[in-house]
């Protein structure tokens, strides 16, 4: 993260949205970065809106630190925005959410949300897809088999892409793969 530009722009605006960890790149955000991130937003008091949809979709070498495990001053300044769309292929199931432990926030987010465009309600299907997502979670191969394929595509397209010299053999590639 670029902290000097941050902490400029952090001083000229009142929230930030956070993609972590970051699509369309892919970048896992460093326990540490965050920790900075969240020092600066209680500096500046700057409300962050942290997108972590992607949260169980990384690969094996690296961790996401979700910024509810951080312990900053910052943490009521926070709303986390997820689904389970991506962890459990259900796109189009409308059953997105947001948590934050500022009850004010929540309450005038919900209120927003309920009278301009009806984003706030769900239907009958997607709120059982939800609960029985959330609460079978005695056995998790099937993400461990589904990111250890998706690892496996990306080493190969990797491999190729050196092959054929179309990317570079780089250091910073190499942390990669
Ligand atoms: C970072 C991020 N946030 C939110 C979404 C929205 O996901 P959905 O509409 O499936 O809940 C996407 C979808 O690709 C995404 O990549």
Redesign the pocket.
Known sequence: MNFLELEELMQQHKAMIL?SPH??VGRIWKEAELAQLLFLAAKYNVFIIS?E??QDIVSSNVQHHPLFSFNSPAINQVLV?S?Q??TYN???????YGLSYNRDFIVKMHHELTKSIHYASTNYLSAKMIISGYLNHDNYDWLAAYKTTLEENYHYLVNELLKGQLISNSPELKELI
């Open positions: 993609c699509n369309p997108d949809i992607w925005l689904s769309t991506k259900l796109a189009g199931a409308q059953i997105g």
